[in-house]
């Protein structure tokens, strides 16, 4: 698989997105008691509770993850410059799990927002690299 070597850096990030989303998983349901869900299921809404906000980390994870992984396999697929796709997955993951912490560890939303702004722009960087190279 000698032409995907150049993209081992998005490839990875893949990888980790994997486990990054396992881990919010497991501390998604770390702390639920019948007192803090809803008939649903789902933590109440609270965002000083930190259980509310480990199941919003990975909803948002959830959320982020086809857009992520599906920009990412089509940028490598159709042979998107490496060092842009290698760059912008990195950046991706480095965001996300900045995120998370600051989506589990504070009530900042500011914060949380540019976070995740940061992943939205290099997920649409990909899509629009890979949909410009499909074309031209």
């Known amino acids: 698989m000698e032409e995907f070597a150049a993209y081992s850096h998005a490839i990875t990030s893949l990888a980790l997105w994997s ?10 349901t770390i702390g639920r008691t019948p007192e803090n869900r809803c008939a649903c299921g789902h933590p109440k ?23 992520f992984i599906g920009a990412t396999v ?5 042979g998107v ?5 290698n760059v912008l997955a990195s950046v991706f993951i ?3 799990i900045v995120m998370a912490a600051i989506h ?8 949380r927002s540019v976070a995740w702004m940061i992943g939205w722009i290099c997920v649409i960087a990909l899509a629009i690299m890979t949909i410009s190279a499909a074309i031209f």
């Open 74 to 78: 089509a940028a490598i697929l159709i």
């Open 19 to 28: 486990l990054i989303s396992l881990v919010l998983g497991m501390l998604s």
């Open 45 to 67: 809404r609270d965002y000083s509770n930190i259980v509310y906000r480990r199941s919003r980390a990975f909803a948002n994870a959830i959320e982020m993850s086809g857009p």
């Open 104 to 111: 589990i560890g504070t009530e900042i939303q500011p914060a």
């Open 81 to 85: 410059a490496p060092f842009w796709v």
């Open 94 to 96: 480095v965001s996300r």
